[in-house]
């Protein structure tokens, strides 16, 4: 299983990004996929989840009304599209999936699979 995250860089303030995260080994369309990200001395955390059928989204508050996470099934991809970028969210992101479940998961330990990150960096 691969997990290949891209599209991160250097943004100026209220700028915006698109994420990608491509998959390979996995049966995609079969996996709840999310982003969390990693801030410099800081914990890892939740970002945006969505179900495997792209019927449920959800946000961490931080990001709620900036951020749109979704997927396309048959290119085997999950996207993250930030605006309105901010210095605070500057940190690495990653993309993680797990399978399919009633509801989405907000807590690393429960996604298996990991990619290896892209830096986001939102100059003030």
């Known amino acids: 299983v691969q997990l290949q995250a891209s599209g991160g860089g250097l943004v100026q303030n209220g700028g915006s990004l698109r994420l990608s995260c491509a998959s390979s080994?996995?049966?995609?369309?079969?996996?709840?996929m999310a982003w969390f990200r990693q801030a410099p001395g800081k914990e890892r955390e939740f970002v945006a989840a969505i179900s495997s059928s792209s019927s449920s989204t959800y946000y961490a508050d931080s990001v709620k009304g900036r951020d749109t996470i979704s997927r396309d099934n048959a290119k085997n991809t999950v996207y993250l599209q930030m605006n309105s970028l901010k210095p605070e969210d500057t940190a690495i992101y990653y993309c993680?999936?797990?399978?399919?479940?009633?509801?989405?998961?907000?807590?690393?330990?429960?996604?298996?699979?990991w990619g290896q990150g892209t830096q986001v960096t939102v100059s003030s």
């Open positions: 993680a999936a797990r399978l399919r479940s009633v509801y989405l998961g907000t807590y690393s330990h429960e996604y298996a699979y």
């Open positions: 080994g996995l049966a995609f369309s079969r996996y709840d």
